[in-house]
C-alpha cells in the first residue's frame, strides 16, 4: 500500500515537467486532458504495483532456483510492461472520449492499435527497470521483515533459555534437594562409606559447574545433555537409594543428535520429583532415545502414581517452557506429550526433528 502510494511522486513530477516544458520547448500549454494523463499514466503502476509484489512473493530470488527465477523475472517485466502500456492507452482513450468526444467517435482505430504498439516499445526499457525496481523492493522489505523477527524470536530463545538454566539450577539449589544430598554424604561419612560420600560430592560439585558453566545455546547433542542427566540421576539415585531404579537405553549413534538444552533434564526432575519420590516402594525411572526418519524422539517414563495430561501441571514443571522453546526452535515439526501410562505412570514424549551436531569443547579443551 505504501509502495503504490509513493507513485504519486513521480505523478506530480510528470505534471509539472509538462507544465515546464511547454515555454521552455515552445510548445502549446498543457491541456487538462494532457495533464490528466501524465499524472494518471504513472498512477496506472500503482495499480499495478500488488501484482509485482504478490508473484515476488511467489517466486522470489533465492537458492536453488536462482537462474530460472531470473529468466521468469524477465519475462514477466516484459508482461508487466505490456499491462502498463495497455492501461495506459485505455486511459488515453477515456480521457479523449470525455474532453474530445468529437475526436473518439472520428478515431482510427488501426491507429489506436499501431498506437498502442508502438506505447509498448517506449515503455518497455523504462518499465522493466521499474518491475526489477519493484521486485528489489519487496525483497528488501521482506529480508528486513524476516530480519526483524529472527532478531525477536532469538531474544525470547535467549530468555527461554536463561529462564532454563535458572530452572535447572534453582531446582539442584533446592532447600531440600541440597539438604537430602548433604544428609546423604552425612550418613555415608558416619557408616565410613567415604568413597560413595567422594562420588556423591564431586557428582553435585561436576552438576552444579556443568549448569554454571553450559554456553547460551539453545541446542546441545544428546551426549551433552546425557551427561548432566547421569550427574542429576546419580545423586538422586543416592538420595533415594534403592527407590529409584534408573535405565538410560540410548544408543551411541544418536550421542551427536541436537535436543534443546536442559529439555530432557527437566523431563526427568518432573519423573522423579511428581512420579518416583511419591512411591513408598521402588520406582522405575527409564530414559530412551531412537530416530524415527526424520525426527529423534526421546522417552522418559516412570512408573509413579501418573499425572493427568487434562490438567495445569504442577508448579516447577517447566512443560508450557518446554513447549513454547520447542515451538520458537522447530516451529510446528517438534512436539512435547504427556500421558498415562498403561501400567501406571506417566510417559512425557518429545520429539524433535533430526540434526547432528559438534558437542561444545569443553573449558579444559580451549
Do not use: K
Not at 26 to 34: D, L, Q, S
Not at 165 to 184: E, G, I, K, V
Not at 205 to 227: D, I, K, M, P
Not at 254 to 275: C, D, K, W, Y
Request: aromatic share 8%; charged share 20%.
Amino acid at each position: 500500500m505504501i509502495v503504490s502510494a509513493a507513485w504519486i511522486v513521480p505523478a506530480v513530477f510528470a505534471v509539472i515537467n509538462r507544465l515546464a516544458q511547454a515555454p521552455l520547448q515552445g510548445w502549446e500549454p498543457a491541456t487538462t486532458r494532457e495533464l490528466l494523463f501524465e499524472f494518471g499514466d504513472w498512477l496506472m503502476y500503482a495499480v499495478l504495483t500488488p501484482g509485482v509484489f504478490a508473484v515476488s512473493r511467489r517466486w522470489p530470488l533465492t537458492r536453488p532456483h536462482l537462474l530460472r527465477r531470473i529468466v521468469l523475472h524477465l519475462l514477466l517485466s516484459l508482461m508487466f510492461c505490456v499491462a502498463w502500456a495497455t492501461c495506459g492507452q485505455i486511459l488515453r482513450i477515456l480521457l479523449v472520449s470525455i474532453f474530445a468526444p468529437q475526436l473518439f467517435h472520428n478515431a482510427n482505430w488501426s491507429r489506436l492499435s499501431l498506437e498502442w504498439l508502438s506505447w509498448i516499445f517506449i515503455t518497455l526499457p523504462f518499465g522493466v527497470a521499474v518491475y526489477l525496481c519493484m521486485v528489489g523492493i519487496e525483497h528488501a522489505t521482506r529480508y528486513f521483515i524476516e530480519a526483524r523477527e529472527r532478531e525477536v524470536q532469538v531474544a525470547r530463545l535467549s530468555e527461554q533459555l536463561s529462564s532454563a538454566r535458572f530452572a535447572a539450577l534453582q531446582a539442584q539449589l533446592n532447600p531440600h534437594f541440597l539438604f537430602n544430598t548433604l544428609n546423604t554424604i552425612a550418613v555415608l561419612v558416619r557408616d565410613d562409606e567415604r568413597q560413595r560420600a567422594v562420588r556423591i560430592v564431586e557428582d553435585l560439585s561436576e552438576l552444579l559447574r556443568s549448569t554454571l558453566t553450559r554456553h547460551q545455546a539453545n541446542e546441545v547433542t544428546l551426549g551433552e545433555e546425557l551427561e548432566l542427566l547421569r550427574q542429576y540421576v546419580a545423586i538422586e539415585q543416592a538420595r533415594y537409594s534403592d527407590r529409584l531404579r534408573p535405565e538410560f537405553r540410548i544408543p551411541d549413534s544418536l550421542f551427536t543428535a541436537a535436543v534443546p538444552s536442559f529439555a530432557l533434564q527437566h523431563l526427568v526432575e518432573n519423573a522423579i520429583r511428581h512420579g518416583i519420590a511419591r512411591r513408598t516402594e521402588a520406582g522405575l525411572l527409564i530414559v530412551t532415545a531412537e530416530r524415527a526418519g526424520e525426527f529423534l524422539q526421546l522417552t522418559v517414563i516412570d512408573d509413579g502414581p501418573g499425572i493427568d495430561p487434562r490438567l495445569t501441571p504442577p508448579a516447577g514443571h517447566g512443560i508450557e517452557n518446554t513447549r513454547e522453546r520447542l515451538r520458537a526452535l522447530y516451529g510446528p515439526r517438534a512436539s512435547l506429550e504427556i500421558t498415562r501410562r498403561a501400567e501406571g505412570g506417566t510417559i512425557a514424549m518429545l520429539r524433535v526433528p533430526y540434526r547432528e551436531m559438534q558437542p561444545e569443547p569443553s573449558d579444559e579443551t580451549r
